[in-house]
């Protein structure tokens, strides 16, 4: 017997061997397949007698006769709804189903589709996901179904984008019209529309189109300007075009590699040298009631994560009045996201059950529609005002990690002469993070590269200080000359913001070098007083303790960093810094163990393993210690205690441990 075929996007329609198949007439029967469908995962059955009933009678017996028509529906030839103690999934391995086709896109990159699988994909829209499909007295599926429909019109959007940019003018046209439908807010739609009917000489059509797209921009209270900026833009190229003799443009992607030249025309720069990402945070949704409320925890939570990324100075931030002033006209995340026309849009709900605080967040790329980040954070509380804290620390962590780990894959891809500012810096830190002398040397060309193209960038500065500094640490080039450097590129960095946390951290380092312990603890606590999220400044507490402070406190700072960023390119040094600290307690077997967790990661250096073969030194494991001590010396054959006390600004008793614990194991 053929597999089943599941249609979401529209009517829900269930099909097997191109017979569709009658559904039940309940609605809570249609509303559990299609959430289960869209689930791909196992759900508690307490999860979805919550979204599905609103305090009924018996809602484990009405889950129970539901279920028993959808195994009616689609358990033949062979079983396919899964029972598992409290969870319940639906097997759908040999089965088509349209969003999970339209969702792995995003997933892998809509870019690298080809125009055909393009068209297929946006084929697959018939209509809103589950089109119909709505359950009175049921808020948390109302809330469940507005999000995942807001989901999939993102997802939408991004394919009639593309294929819109792609297609000659006469094949583009539709894809331009059902993106201008879908979303009619959308800046770009409107300017690739309007160059086309310039450059194809269509001038009253886009008179037409530009008078009505202003008075419906203008009506809901946004700003048309730039609508009439980017015709007048387009006229004019497109008469330059015409004096020149030049042929019109056959392709809607060749209208849209010209933007360039008429964004000029509309008296902006393209590309410009103090570019940023950009980010809007959505006002969060509450669960915790039957109607999201305004101005309880969700709404503070979105005002502190907009504040705590604005500190962070690394991205360019929405203010909270637009998103909210967005949510109030009910318009969803990535419409949100087109809209104010930023990079990343942030979304999440909260909800507080108890004692118990569930908070979900995501990080979506607005115009591939890709979920780039991902979590839920489910504490217990006594005071709901700190553990919101506590979360949204752990948010804006998360996000600014995720967002420039994506910057630095995106600017390795690009011509190394293509980048711009932001691109260079980023270029610059995937370079960084390797942890060796050539890829140091790269780092520090591309972070030259972005000064010079935006000298007002002070994450630029900082990141040169840190190749300066890597430079003397580990022992590249001489000490004191790379130690100058980095002072002087962290002061750069502060002239330029003093109030960028990267700038103070840069400082910081470079002041640990100088042997100026104490102001290089103030530059430190001062970043982190700016921005409680940054974790790269709470490590750089935690090493400059764990060496000659209070190891207690480094300890502190070390895990707080990790809880902070726990998969952040520095984790080898979070980690080595607690081992070195435990040490300095006499902790040695819990050292060594921490030592050898920070060894194991990928960009460990020589030093990290010098401390993992010491403290296993001290702890009696004088063969595993020497094992360390072989690696060492294949990284740098006369490394020696010296190499080790020259990197470090060592207490006399740390000196001394760890001298012996590398007598121990047979380094001099």
């Known amino acids: 017997m053929e597999s089943l075929k ?7 329609e269930l099909s097997r061997g191109g017979e569709v198949i009658a559904l039940p007439a309940s609605r809570k029967v249609r509303a559990l397949l299609g959430y289960l469908v869209l689930a791909g995962r196992p759900v508690s059955r307490s999860q979805i007698c919550e979204l599905l009933w609103d305090v009924p009678n018996d809602p484990k017996g009405e889950l129970r006769w539901c279920l028993s028509k959808i195994r009616g529906l689609v358990d033949s030839p062979h079983k396919r709804v899964i029972t598992d103690g409290n969870n319940i999934r639906l097997d759908l391995g040999d089965c088509f189903v349209d969003t999970l086709e339209v969702t792995h896109a995003p997933e892998h990159g809509i870019q690298k589709l080809g125009a055909g699988r393009q068209r297929e994909l946006a084929s697959l829209f018939a209509g809103e996901l589950l089109d119909g499909l709505e359950i009175a007295r049921s808020p948390m599926f109302d809330a469940w179904i507005t999000a995942e429909r807001r989901r999939f019109r993102g997802i939408r959007a991004v394919l009639l984008e593309n294929l819109a940019r792609s297609l000659p003018y006469d094949q583009a046209a ?15 739609a409107h300017e ?41 833009g387009a006229r004019d190229a497109a ?31 393209a590309e410009k040298a103090s570019r940023r990402a950009s980010i809007a945070v959505m006002p969060f949704v509450d669960r915790s009631s039957e109607a999201d409320r305004k101005g309880g925890a969700a709404d503070a939570l979105a005002y502190d994560v907009i504040t705590r990324l604005a500190k962070l100075r690394s991205m360019f931030v929405i203010a909270a009045g637009s998103t909210f002033a967005l949510r109030d006209r009910s318009v969803g995340p990535e419409e949100a996201g087109r809209i104010l026309n930023v990079d990343y849009v942030v979304s999440g709900s909260v909800r507080r059950i108890g004692r118990k605080m569930i908070v979900g967040a995501d990080l979506i790329e607005t115009r591939t529609a890709r979920i780039v980040w991902s979590d839920t954070f489910d504490e217990k509380f006594d005071d709901a005002l ?29 011509a190394p002469n293509s980048l711009d500012a932001w691109e260079a810096h980023h270029r610059g830190l995937w370079h960084m993070y390797r942890f060796n002398r050539i890829d140091n040397e790269r780092a520090r060309q591309f972070f030259a590269q972005a000064v010079d193209l935006d000298p007002t960038f002070a994450r630029a500065y900082a990141g040169l200080s ?53 102001h290089a603890i103030c530059e430190l606590e001062r970043a982190v007083e700016l921005s409680p999220n940054f974790a790269s400044a709470h490590y750089t507490l935690a090493f400059v303790h764990g060496q000659s402070g209070d190891p207690k406190a480094a300890i502190t700072f070390s895990d707080h960093s990790r809880h902070l960023s726990p998969f952040d390119p520095l984790l080898f040094a979070m980690l080595g810094t607690r081992a070195m600290s435990l040490a300095r307690l006499g902790q040695y077997d819990e050292a060594a163990e921490w030592a050898r967790k920070a060894a194991a990661r990928p960009n460990a250096h020589q030093h990290i393993m010098a401390i993992a073969a010491f403290t296993l030194g001290l702890a009696g494991r004088v063969a595993e210690g020497k094992e360390y001590a072989k690696k060492i010396r294949e990284r740098v054959p006369d490394y020696g205690m010296r190499d080790f006390l020259a990197a470090f600004r060592c207490s006399e008793d740390t000196v001394s441990m760890f001298t012996r614990g590398a007598q121990i194991i047979g380094i001099k």
Do not use: C
């Open 192 to 232: 690739l529309l309007l160059t086309a009917l310039a450059r194809h000489d269509r001038i009253a059509e886009g008179e037409t189109h530009l008078a009505t797209a202003s008075k419906l921009f203008e009506a809901d209270g946004l700003d048309s300007a730039p609508l009439r900026e980017i015709w007048r």
């Open 6 to 12: 599941f249609r979401l996007l529209g009517s829900l």
């Open 386 to 414: 700190l553990v919101l804290d506590e979360i949204g620390n752990r948010i804006v962590a998360s996000i600014a990690h995720e967002i420039e780990m994506v910057e630095r894959n995106r600017a390795v891809l690009k």
């Open 174 to 188: 539709p894809y331009i019209e059902e993106w201008l439908k879908l979303s009619p807010f959308d800046r770009h």
């Open 466 to 518: 840190f190749a300066h500094f890597q430079n003397a640490f580990l022992g590249w080039r001489k000490p004191q000359p790379e130690i100058d450097r980095a002072f002087d590129m962290a002061s750069r960095s502060l002239m330029v913001d003093d109030r960028d946390p990267a700038a103070h951290w840069a400082m910081g380092r470079a002041l640990w070098l100088k042997n100026e312990q104490p």
């Open 239 to 269: 008469a330059a075009a015409a004096a020149q003799a030049a042929p019109p443009a056959p392709s809607i992607e060749l209208i849209s590699a010209s933007l360039t030249e008429i964004r000029k025309f509309a008296g902006e720069k």
